[in-house]
């Protein structure tokens, strides 16, 4: 494929397109994040390593297109966006929280269609999929009581929480992605033939311990797993120690 017409996908954001690069990283971001979360990463990153950050619809440069609350036509969507970069070099998945279960989701859609899988998952801040969610629902509250759900989950900036005007522009994305979430049903069968390694937050109430190495039972090849200094969004507080753990493993 040619490659300048890979880089204009607006699905896709190359911060420093490397085609000397021995392996691609694309990330996926959290719920209600857009794929700028791992902009910062791209001077960090060893030079063997091309950073991929992926933008989901109704975030960023794409806000004007409708997001997806349902992980079926997310996935659906990610395979055909993603099929003619698979087979250009090597590849492995970052995903946070929600961004964890589509990198699951992905690569398992990925192995059914017999499509170049990723070497590795890194799946961050997410309880592993066959884990049963014990929150109550919170994606349909009414509007005051979601931003109270944001506040407690300590990802948005309080500043953010307190704009009307922009939490009006940011809402129906956060909801869809939450609905995304809450709505996600496991099917059982679901190992992946690569490896997985779950990174977890000391301090993160949505994915303890012991929750995160249940994602053991969903690989038929290598598990690892690690936990940072931090409480659900580690990935920023705890930056350099998660990248040494990319470093590390990739």
Not at 128 to 153: G, K
Not at 173 to 194: H, I, K, M, N, W
Not at 195 to 201: D, L
């Amino acid at each position: 494929m040619n490659n300048a017409k890979t880089k204009q996908n607006p699905w896709f954001t190359f911060p420093k397109p490397n085609a000397n690069a021995s392996l691609r990283l694309f990330c996926l971001p959290y719920a209600g994040g857009g794929g700028h979360i791992y902009i910062p990463w791209k001077d960090k990153l060893a030079s063997s390593i091309e950073l991929c950050s992926v933008q989901l619809p109704g975030r960023g440069m794409r806000m004007i297109d409708a997001p997806i609350t349902q992980l079926k036509p997310m996935i659906d969507a990610l395979v055909r966006e993603l099929t003619p970069l698979l087979s250009e070099k090597p590849y492995a998945l970052f995903g946070h929280s929600m961004g964890a279960l589509l990198c699951y989701e992905l690569t398992r859609q990925l192995s059914l269609l017999k499509k170049p899988l990723p070497t590795k998952i890194f799946a961050s801040g997410r309880r592993a999929p066959s884990v049963i969610d014990p929150d109550p629902v919170t994606y349909n509250l009414p509007h005051d009581q979601f931003i109270q759900e944001l506040d407690r989950l300590n990802g948005t900036p309080k500043e953010v929480l307190q704009n009307a005007e922009l939490m009006e522009l940011l809402m129906p994305t956060l909801r869809a992605d939450f609905e995304l979430c809450e709505t996600y049903e496991y099917q059982s069968g679901g190992e992946v033939p690569c490896s997985i390694t779950a990174i977890g937050g000391i301090d993160d109430d949505n994915a303890s311990e012991e929750e995160l190495e249940f994602w053991c039972d969903h690989t038929s090849k290598e598990f690892k797993s690690y936990r940072l200094p931090g409480d659900h969004f580690f990935l920023h507080s705890a930056e350099d120690e998660l990248l040494k753990i990319l470093h590390d493993e990739l």
